[in-house]
Nanobody
Framework: QVQLVESGGGLVQAGDSLRLSCAAS????????VGWFRQAPGKEREFVAA????????YYADSVKGRFTISRDNAENTVYLQMNSLKPEDTAVYYC???????????????????WGQGTQVTVSS
């Protein structure tokens, strides 16, 4: 099992930046693909960003491309989501996820992930 705990959410104004962290523990984390998803009130959970096991390949939703950056620090067993130029429509609960298989690539489908955090709230005011 891999346990994931997100942190770093909060209330910010439009145009501000925020960095989310996802700390992993349990089974080997450094060779798994990871991703960030979000769920706004009344909406389905959606893909935000993904990073492959090596940290060299990324994939982003069109809505965040150029504003958000996913990265990882395997020495710290942590995944980050740097969010810049935040917009009110970025308001959501953000979840990090890890793939169950080793050496996986980037994936945007929720079904590709076996481990999920509890989420952290991000609220962007206009």
């Amino acid at each position: 099992q891999v346990q994931l705990v997100e942190s770093g959410g909060g209330l910010v104004q439009a145009g501000d930046s925020l960095r989310l962290s996802c700390a992993a523990s349990g089974r080997t984390f450094s060779n798994r693909g990871v991703g960030w998803f979000r769920q706004a009130p009344g909406k389905e959970r959606e893909f935000v960003a993904a990073l492959d096991w090596s940290g060299r390949s990324t994939y982003y939703a069109d809505s965040v491309k150029g504003r958000f950056t996913i990265s990882r620090d395997n020495a710290e067993n942590t995944v980050y989501l740097q969010m810049n130029s935040l917009k009110p429509e970025d308001t959501a609960v953000y979840y990090c996820a890890a793939r169950g298989t080793y050496y996986g690539g980037t994936a945007s489908r929720q079904e590709s992930y076996d481990y999920w955090g509890q989420g952290t709230q991000v609220t962007v005011s206009s």
